[in-house]
């Protein structure tokens, strides 16, 4: 069974600290990676997708991957109230077109 | 505007009775793909479709159906609904499979007595 597993929190931060969201996932061959933002009654949408080890930075959001340890990780800089959502982890396994989500990271920054 | 819609948005219905939820995208998107989320479980993948014809199960796929009979549409079918499939749904879509980005529609509320 493949897995991609999360934290459900929730991960409380105060306003202006870094948040870290943390995911790991089971299928080696794994080669595509997403982390989406879901706001509570929301659809989910798109933060960072990564494909390569090491970092992607976008404006205060950070995504890592360690293909070798199998995890994939997300920062938040300068956190604020307005990044206060569920934030879920998917993997795709390359020409095989299953999409696997985590059961998502609770956030709450604190103002 | 670039979109995926869903039809209906809420719907409450009885055990056995047929429904068919429409998912369309104007994005002209190889990929769609259907998910279910349910508290705890996450999002999880019913159906997926790589383009017309083309359909394979994801993760949850019992109970449900899927056609793909034109680029723009992808609905999901629940021939004889039964209350294990109350659930929140969303149809997404990416450009060229599931290695791509998805735009998710805004969620269809199915509740099954």
């Known amino acids: 069974q493949k897995e991609v597993e999360q934290n459900s929190g929730p991960l409380s931060v105060p306003e202006g600290a870094i948040a870290s969201l943390n995911c790991t996932y089971s299928?080696?061959?794994?080669?595509?990676f997403f982390w989406y933002r879901q706001y509570s009654g929301k659809s989910p949408e798109l933060i960072m997708s990564i494909y390569s080890n090491g970092d992607k930075e976008d404006g205060r959001f950070t995504a890592q991957l360690n293909k070798a340890s199998q995890y994939v990780s997300l920062l938040i800089r300068d956190s604020q109230p307005s990044d206060s959502a569920t934030y879920l982890c998917a993997v795709n396994s390359g020409g095989y077109q299953k999409v696997t989500f985590g059961t998502g990271t609770k956030l709450q920054v604190i103002p | 505007e670039a979109q995926v819609t869903q039809n209906p948005r809420y719907l409450i219905t009885v055990t056995g009775k047929k429904l068919t939820v429409t998912c369309s995208q104007n994005m002209n998107h190889e990929y769609m793909s259907w998910y279910r989320q349910d508290p705890g479980l996450g999002l999880r993948q019913i159906y997926y479709?790589?383009?017309?014809?083309?359909?394979d199960k994801g993760d949850v796929p019992e109970g449900y159906k899927v056609s793909r009979k034109e680029k723009r549409n992808f609905p999901l079918i629940l021939e004889s609904p039964s209350p294990n499939q109350t659930s929140l749904y969303f149809c997404?879509?990416?450009?060229?499979?599931?290695?791509?980005?998805?735009?998710f529609g805004p969620g269809t509320r199915l509740t099954v007595l």
């Open positions: 997404a879509s990416s450009l060229a499979g599931g290695s791509n980005e998805q735009f």
């Open positions: 479709s790589m383009n017309v014809e083309v359909t």
């Open positions: 299928d080696r061959v794994s080669q595509s």
